[in-house]
């Protein structure tokens, strides 16, 4: 456990933060000794806390940890299987099949929201080619992530989960609450700004990574702008967008 100790408890706490490369809010701070300033420097005592990363944060981790290793076990097709739409002639597993991958999924979702310490109950929701996987928990914060990093990142992982048992084309979406909904407004928004900002500075403006079907969004905002056009960089699950003028 990290100790840091400063002639403030202001000063200790922007030590740790810096330390750790986190934001407050992303810590739990613990104070061991609040100090004294004694008088005339005699009997003067630093303050002492303790700073650690938040559940949540260190949730984020493991789930970033166990996609880097499911990426150095999953070298190629990731990419084509998420963003691209299944080919009339391609062989379609049957419905039982489909379905026993999908139980399957759902039992490998709901023994990682354990592990995380948020257990959820997972209820299946199919919509055409999607099947929305929704976690419902009284832990949702542990399950989402700050701005939805770990949501993100579990989703990766069933969606690798589901094309590494099954030869279906599904594409996998994890929800929990009413997340995704807010989060489409969000997507929305952010189209337009960034939008407006490259045709205001007529520079290009590179997006943070997001999910191939927030990707898919920003595309589908965009697509009807004549001044902007936009296309996607990186690997998975770091894959970006990036806007940019029309030359």
């Known amino acids: 456990m990290p100790i840091y100790e400063a002639a403030t408890i202001d000063e200790a ?59 150095e076990e999953t ?7 998420i963003e691209s739409e299944p080919e009339e002639q391609t062989e379609v597993k049957s419905e039982s099949e489909d379905e026993a991958a999908l139980t399957e999924l759902a039992i490998y979702l709901t023994a990682i929201s354990k592990q995380l310490n948020a257990p959820a109950s997972v209820k ?9 996987f929704h976690l419902e928990t009284e832990k ?13 990142a579990l989703q990766y992982l069933a969606q690798v989960f589901l094309h590494r048992v099954s030869d279906s084309k599904l594409s996998v979406v994890v929800n929990v609450g009413n997340y995704r909904e807010k989060r489409q407004e969000i997507i929305q928004r952010l189209a337009e700004r960034t939008a407006e900002k490259v045709i205001r500075t007529g520079q290009p403006a590179f997006l943070d990574p997001m999910p191939a079907f927030e990707r898919k969004q ?7 702008n004549e001044h902007v056009q936009t296309h996607s960089e990186g690997d998975e699950p770091y894959r970006y967008l990036v806007v940019e003028l029309v030359r």
Not at 14 to 38: M, N, P, R, S, Y
Not at 44 to 71: C, D, F, G, H, Y
Not at 124 to 132: A, D, L, V, W, Y
């Open 13 to 71: 706490v922007q030590i740790g933060l810096k330390d750790l490369g986190l934001a407050k809010e992303q810590v739990t701070i613990e104070i061991l000794d609040e100090g004294k300033k004694g008088f005339i420097g005699i009997g003067k005592r630093n303050a002492k806390l303790s700073i650690e990363p938040s559940i949540s944060e260190r949730v984020s981790e493991t789930i970033e940890e166990t996609v880097e290793q499911v990426l």
């Open 75 to 81: 070298p190629v097709t990731t990419e084509v299987i």
């Open 124 to 132: 299946m929701e199919r919509q055409s080619n999607m099947i929305i």
């Open 140 to 152: 949702q914060g542990i399950l989402i992530g700050k701005h939805g990093k770990t949501l993100n």
């Open 218 to 224: 920003i595309h589908a905002a965009l697509s009807k």
